[in-house]
Structure formats: C-alpha cells, structure tokens
C-alpha cells in the first residue's frame, strides 16, 4: 500500500514508497522524533544555502536572519 502526500496545493509527491512506510512502521516513537528533528535540521540547511546563492553577499548573521523570517513565513502558511 502507498500513501499519497500532498502539502497543501504548492508541493506534490507522488507517493511514499512501500519501504519506507515499513520502516517507519517498525520505528519507536523516539526514534520518528529523531527522524523528524533530522529531516528539520536538514531542510533549515538546505534553505540557508538557498539564502546564500540568493544573497551572495551577505554574512551569516543576515542569512541567519532571513532563515528566520522565511519560516515564520513558513510557519504561518502551515508548512
């Protein structure tokens, strides 16, 4: 069985395979909150380096900022 995920109407991913459900299946809730606390750390990275090539420029301390202010974008979207 697959399941179908859909963030809001902007992003669309075909489906989550098989596999990985099984493996999330098999996970202690600890263990998904580990997960989840990676997946975030990740994606705030990706953004920041996204940040960066928009902004080549600017220091950290302005990326760390515009991190920020994008999620509370973010936030208040309900991504």
């Given amino acids: 069985m697959e399941i179908p995920i859909k963030l809001n ?3 669309k991913f075909n489906k989550l ?4 459900i ?3 299946k098999k996970m202690t809730p600890e263990q998904k909150i580990e997960e989840a606390i990676q997946l975030t750390d990740l994606t705030y990275e990706i953004m920041k380096e996204g940040l960066r090539h928009q902004n080549p420029n600017a220091d950290e301390e302005t ?4 991190a920020f202010e994008r999620m509370q974008i ?4 309900g991504f």
């Fill in 22 to 24: 099984e493996i999330y």
């Fill in 17 to 20: 395979p098989q596999y990985r």
């Fill in 63 to 66: 990326i760390q900022k515009l």
């Fill in 9 to 11: 109407n902007m992003m």
């Fill in 74 to 77: 973010c936030r208040k979207k």
